[in-house]
């Protein structure tokens, strides 16, 4: 198993910690893993990305142009990066920061409503993980567990009150989750 | 020794291995796409713990020559930079080298000339391993290709260091310094003692006890028959790391008709062109030189009389060929694919170009 | 020399330090380098830091004072002593490593890394020959070159126009915090020596205490590039020198003198 994600939306919105945190869930779980942020000015408020990569064979190059998972968080993102998923893989997107769906009939496409969501519950901080918990819906590559593992080595211990709140936010994304056109 | 599994950069990890591999002091000056080596240090605040010092300069020059300062000393020093930096240090690059000082000096390279670009880049290895700065000098380069390695490289580079009293640097790029991978860390090695110090480094100038007579850490040498002496020694001791330290790796070479040559980054996008290529029947390997100096000019020699072609795959404008060529005097074809400026080639890139430019092309 | 026969050890009112070794110095007669190497291991002598101390030689006259100095040494590239200092004297807080730097390596190539040392308080000694001259390299103009100086750069004397003004880096640099001590000192009379040594004792104190940086220029004469006499170079020294570098205490204990 190989996985090649990437992760794309606005700086602040928790896009490189979304994927620190599945790397890191990927690492306790045994698997190899890579994360490699877009760096420079585009980090300084502008556009963010990440792209992940959890495998179970040693991973050769970090630095990927075609994608099993596009997760999308603004419109940029996804006129950047959905002609980038393979054929016959998924792309992820919030609906509230794209105002033109995509339009690829030859993937997977799903929505989730976080952005919405989790204003609603006043829970805007963990936001990202209910993106989270919508993409392990649709590819469970990191058990549950190993999400909690993740967690408890990324942040640092001073923060480790605050996991429960995103487990539960992890579970809110699974529930979020829908189908727009699938194969 | 008791392994832990952490989760890092591969900047995060240089500084990690400088804690724990007992380096005395890291001097340097903040450039992207490096800059998380200081920062993590900082945060780390290892003075407390091991009593490193971590200093701040106000410029690659003087960071450098503080290096040369602690080095002369005998203390276990480094620095980190990116292109543009290290190009600044090049002046004590070849004091260091002169004057025969141990020192880490790693280099996240980024796109050049000039200002360049802050991406990932391969295109300092002409100056990484031919000088850099005036006179007739070597750095030792190791070129890491994972995380793991540039952590690794630390320890190694230390070895090496004190063994042949020469700068060694640790030749990376942008990729590298900022992909976070796993990462198994060792136990601490302690800084060593005054006593160490003076064990592992009797030549330098620590303090002159009375017992004897005052050193001097210099590479001035006003007669020129006794520089040239000086110089003769110098290339002695960098064929002795030819014969001694050549350092690399080979995958998939068995049953290849054509090998890639490449390093860091490249390597292992290369290495992802090699099961491409091997997906379309194409049967290619890699070489990937861990040492560019000394190069692996043998392995590439033996490699060059049973392959068709060797492509090798470099984000430069072609520096390492020039190398490869040499070492496969003309027994095979020797073709370079790069991308640069800061722009990383696809696996399938490279692949094109295998095809393309040797196989093609026979 | 020392004759037993003559000297009697109960007569010796002056013997010449173990801190210099015994090559001869290759400055030119009448020139302060000599005098001020004398002095700095005098004072390393009898405060018994010799296998503490560690000498930091720049580029310029003073390139070969490892040579000189019977304490381990570093021969700096050309202005950058004061980071081979600052380095040093970090990963050996109890040492006291000092620079010995003249005016072009100190005041103008050597310019970011003499403020920033300064700034930071590393806690080292500099010592700061200025004679307004490049001497090594055979009399080119200096940062301190006076105005209407002839130097072999500025053969018809140096101008405003053209060359800016002679830069008082000592002022300069007692302006900063990092600096606890700064002094311009001189070397041309036996009184002005004595003085100097003070200020030299004073410096690597300040340095046992773990004060900051202290700074002693000294001015000098460079009789071979000023092209003058050793005795007339001091004359000129005295009439033109110190008036534009006025020779006293400009900082002292972290105060500024006045």
């Given amino acids: 198993m190989t996985e090649e994600i990437i992760i794309a939306g606005f700086g602040g919105q928790g896009v490189l910690s979304m994927g620190k945190i599945l790397a890191y869930s990927g690492a306790m779980q045994d698997k190899e893993v890579s994360w490699m942020p877009s760096y420079g000015p585009e980090m300084r408020g502008g556009t963010a990305n990440v792209s992940v990569i959890i495998s179970d064979q040693r991973i050769s190059s970090p ?36 105002i033109n769906p995509p339009k690829r009939t030859d993937i997977n496409i799903y929505k989730v409503s976080a952005t919405e969501k989790s204003a609603e519950l006043g829970l805007a901080k963990v936001f990202n993980m209910m993106v989270l918990g919508a993409y392990l819906k649709i590819k469970p590559v990191v058990t549950e567990e190993f999400i909690e593992k993740g967690l408890m080595k990324s942040l640092p211990e001073r923060h480790h009150g605050l996991i429960p709140e995103n487990l539960k936010a992890v579970q809110t994304g699974k529930e979020l989750v829908e189908a727009v056109r699938t194969l | 020794m008791a392994k832990e599994l952490k989760l890092m950069k591969g900047n995060e990890a240089i500084a990690e291995a400088a804690i724990r591999s007992g380096c005395d002091g890291y001097f340097g000056y903040p450039i992207t796409p490096q800059s998380e080596v200081m920062e993590y240090l900082m945060a780390e605040k290892p003075w407390e713990r091991t009593g490193m010092v971590v200093l701040q300069a106000e410029s690659e020059t003087s960071s450098i020559n503080m290096v040369y300062g602690g080095a002369g000393v005998g203390k276990k020093v480094m620095t980190s930079s990116s292109s543009p930096g290290i190009s600044l240090m090049q002046e004590g690059l070849t004091y260091l080298a002169g004057a025969e000082l141990p020192a880490i000096i790693a280099n996240v390279v980024r796109g050049g000339p000039g200002l360049g670009t802050i991406q990932p880049s391969q295109a300092d290895y002409f100056q990484a391993t031919k000088g850099g700065g005036h006179g007739d000098y070597q750095l030792f380069v ?10 690794d490289f630390v320890f190694l580079g230390w070895e090496i260091a004190f063994k042949y009293r020469n700068p060694v640097m640790i030749l990376s790029d942008g990729a590298i310094g900022q992909v976070m991978e796993k990462l198994y860390v060792g136990d601490y090695v302690p800084r060593w003692t005054d006593e160490e110090l003076k064990k592992n480094a009797p030549w330098a100038s620590y303090g002159k006890p009375a017992n004897r007579e005052h050193h001097i850490i210099t ?23 030819e014969e001694k330290e050549v350092r690399f790796e080979t ?42 100096f000394p190069f692996p000019k043998k392995p590439i020699a033996e490699f060059s009389k049973k392959v068709k072609g060797i492509l090798t795959v470099e984000m430069s404008a ?12 003309f027994r095979c074809p020797v073709e370079h694919f790069g991308r640069y400026g800061g722009i990383i080639h696809t696996p399938h890139e490279v692949l094109e170009a295998l095809e393309e430019k040797i196989i093609k092309a026979k | 020399m020392f004759n037993p026969d003559i000297v009697k050890p109960e007569n010796l009112v002056y013997k010449r330090t173990d801190v210099l070794t015994k090559a001869v110095m290759h400055y030119c007669p009448g020139c302060g380098h000599g005098t001020t190497h004398r002095i700095v291991a005098e004072v390393i002598e009898e405060m018994g ?25 570093l021969g700096a590239a050309h202005g950058r002593a004061p980071a081979l200092a600052t380095a040093i004297q970090r990963l050996f807080p109890d040492h006291h490593t000092f620079t010995y730097q003249g005016d072009g390596d100190l005041a103008a190539i050597g310019t970011a890394e003499t403020i920033h040392a300064c700034n930071r308080g590393e806690n080292i000694v500099i010592i700061f020959i200025n004679n307004g001259i490049y001497g090594m390299t055979g009399g080119q103009m200096a940062p301190t070159t006076l105005i209407g100086m002839k130097t072999a750069t500025s053969p018809y004397g140096r101008t405003v126009e053209l060359n800016g003004y ?14 606890y001590y700064v002094t311009r000192q001189s070397v041309h009379t036996a009184a002005a020596v004595r003085k100097t040594k003070r200020a030299i004792r004073q410096a690597f104190e300040n340095q046992k205490n ?25 004359e000129w020294m005295v009439e033109n020198m110190f008036v534009k570098y006025p020779i006293g205490d400009i900082k002292v204990d972290g105060e500024k003198v006045k």
Wanted: proline share 4%.
């Fill in chain 2, 219 to 241: 590479s001035l040498e006003l007669d020129s028959a006794k520089q040239e002496e000086h110089n003769h020694k110098l290339q002695a001791k960098y064929r002795e790391m």
């Fill in chain 2, 142 to 151: 190791l070129a890491p290709a994972t995380v793991q390695e540039m952590y």
């Fill in chain 3, 166 to 179: 002679p830069l008082q880096i000592t002022e300069l640099l007692a302006e900063l915090p990092g600096t």
């Fill in chain 3, 49 to 73: 830091i010799q296998d503490k101390a560690i000498c930091i030689a720049p580029v310029g006259c003073s390139v070969l004072a490892y040579n000189y100095f019977e304490v381990d040494s």
């Fill in chain 2, 251 to 292: 995958i998939d070479c068995e049953d290849a008709d054509y090998i890639f040559v490449a390093y860091g980054s490249s390597a292992r996008i290369a290495q992802k062109a090699i099961q491409l290529g091997r997906e379309k029947g194409i049967k290619v390997g890699l070489l990937r030189p861990i040492t560019l």
């Fill in chain 1, 63 to 98: 630095i990927i142009s075609q994608f099993d998972t596009a997760i999308i968080l603004n419109q940029q993102s996804l006129d950047k990066f959905e002609k980038s998923v393979k054929p016959g893989g998924v792309l992820l997107y919030d609906p509230n920061g794209v």
């Fill in chain 3, 210 to 234: 773990k004060k900051g940086t202290s700074f002693v220029e000294v001015v000098s004469n460079c009789n071979s590039g000023w092209k003058m006499t050793a005795p007339k170079a001091n």
């Fill in chain 2, 318 to 329: 072609g520096q390492m060929v020039e190398d490869v060529r040499l070492a496969a005097e």
